[in-house]
């Protein structure tokens, strides 16, 4: 491009910026006839700017009411871009059907936290951090043997992240990019090592510990599934499968528990802490939990006959198709076409998991039954991630732990954006009171 076209394209921006900055919403309050106008930037409005709208000067203004944010912006970012109703998920601008496809785990994640694909000296580097903080210490083993044998892996990832702040202290100095920089090589190097020590813990089995020769899927699952071998090797196919499914993993915007690690961030608290808290939020059965779920409930409907009557029950409000329906997307979910390619070459390898036929048979009915097409609900990344993973040798519990490892980048690139946006404050949100009055304290010997 000359600097000619490259002049009269920045001053095209600017006049559509100065256009843009120009656009307002006019608002009449019924209660006392004043028009307001306010500002309308990235289409949008400053719930602040409401507060001028007042029935009197002791009036404390206007707010806006939104339980779940169901239509609130609580950030300016530039990490993740959905388009929910086109089906569209992009890392830092690159598709994700790209990235699934000629990417790895690593490179995404270096994507995501410093906005550009690395450089082959760059990923190298990256990689070497990464490989190079995979061990734990070793106390942390003994406080991961104080568990119960049947403790679930998602409790155990929560406590042991935080734990993790009892170690690194440097970890509170969060405006310090070195130390986020540590903390960052820490939390991505060491979170396959706990997630495969719980799961070792969970079968009475030794420790693996990392091998820095593996790639970081590779090595994952050598920490899980190593018995006798002197050097563990994965099977290339499902080493591969693993990495497109951390892919697709990585981030998803502001999701329940991005939105997590931002509040909790934003108290100034250590990366661990506010790690295990996204963790804790990723948990429930309705964000990372749901392809434990779904499993579950394939289970539970046992056969594909026995489908209509289970989606006769979800359309009774008894119980949830679970693996559907997303707050944002409202089309087929990129991530779950993806994943349903995936599934095939894991199923190729390993044989069709048997849960295989009722899962179609469900999307199936559901696509084109009205109650789910009103609804705009579409198959999510957890419908068939659980088939995956059970094909894959992994016990149920073991799902959300494997959503847990490459959301950790995610998390940490919105964690960062939120410490570097000089509008974010910590979050508090505003209530609407509707409990009692005043009252008058009454000792208990007059109390009725
Ligand atoms: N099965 C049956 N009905 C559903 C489902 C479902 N899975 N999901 C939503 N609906 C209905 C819901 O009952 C409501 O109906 P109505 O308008 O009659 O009240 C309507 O669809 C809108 O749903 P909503 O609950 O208002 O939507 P939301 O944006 O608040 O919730 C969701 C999104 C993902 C929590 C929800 O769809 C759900 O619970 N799905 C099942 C759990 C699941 O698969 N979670 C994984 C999400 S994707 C991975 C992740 O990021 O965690």
């Known amino acids: 491009m000359d600097s000619s076209t490259s002049t009269s394209a920045t001053d095209a921006r600017k006049t559509e910026a100065s256009a843009k900055s120009q656009e307002t919403l006019t608002v009449t309050d019924n209660r ?14 400053r719930a602040a700017d409401l507060r001028k709208i007042k029935v009197n000067d002791a009036d404390f203004g206007m707010m806006s009411y939104d339980p779940a944010f169901n239509n609130t912006a609580s950030c300016i970012s530039r990490v993740t871009y959905i388009d929910g109703d086109a089906g ?3 890392y830092r601008g690159y598709p994700i059907e790209d990235l699934a496809e000629k990417s790895t785990y690593l490179e995404t994640a270096y994507l995501l936290l410093n906005g550009e694909l690395p450089n082959a ?8 951090h990464i490989t190079h903080h995979t061990f734990i210490h070793e106390s942390i083993k003994k406080f991961l043997d104080g568990f119960h044998y049947d403790a679930h892996p998602m409790g155990m990832l929560i406590s042991t992240i935080a734990a993790l702040s009892t170690y690194y202290h440097d970890s509170k100095d969060i405006f310090s990019k070195e130390s986020r920089q540590k903390q960052t090589y820490r939390l991505i190097g060491k979170m396959p090592t706990i997630a495969a020590f719980s799961y070792r813990h969970s079968l ?18 050598n920490m899980l599934f190593r018995t006798t ?28 528990s991005a939105n997590t690690i931002r509040g909790v961030g934003s108290s100034h608290v250590d ?28 289970m539970e409907i046992g056969s594909v006959q026995k489908v209509p009557d289970f989606i006769k029950r979800v359309k009774a409000g008894e119980t949830k198709l679970m693996g559907f329906g997303h707050r944002v997307y409202k089309n087929y979910d990129p991530r779950a076409r993806i994943i349903k390619k995936v599934a095939y070459e894991v199923f190729d390898l390993m044989g069709k998991n048997p849960l295989l036929e009722i899962a179609l048979e469900c999307e ?14 579409y198959p999510n990344v957890d419908f068939y991630t659980g088939l995956i993973y059970q094909s894959m040798g992994f016990p149920t519990t073991m799902f959300p732990v494997l959503f847990a490892i490459p959301r950790t980048s995610g998390w940490i690139a919105q ?5 570097l946006d000089p509008e974010q404050k910590i979050a508090r949100p505003r209530q609407i009171y509707l409990g009692e009055d005043t009252r008058h304290y009454v000792p208990i010997d007059q109390r009725r």
């Open 88 to 90: 569209i998920l992009r």
């Open 364 to 377: 199936r009915i559901a696509l084109e039954d009205d109650y789910f097409v009103k609804r705009k609900l």
């Open 415 to 419: 964690w960062e954006e939120m410490l």
């Open 32 to 45: 006392t006839g004043k028009s307001y106008e306010l500002p309308i930037t990235h289409g949008t409005i």
């Open 271 to 298: 990366p661990y802490s506010a790690t295990a808290a996204a963790i804790a939020a990723l948990y429930g059965p309705l964000h990372g939990g749901a392809n434990e779920e779904v499993v579950r409930m394939l």
């Open 229 to 256: 071998e002197t050097r563990y090797r994965a099977n290339p196919t499902l080493e591969h499968a693993l990495d497109v499914l951390f892919i697709l993993h990585a981030d998803d915007e502001q999701n329940c």
């Open 121 to 128: 000296e760059q990923l190298k580097d990256w990689t070497y």
């Open 204 to 221: 009475g089995m030794p420790f693996v510990y990392p091998d820095n020769e593996l790639s970081y899927p590779g090595n994952f699952l």
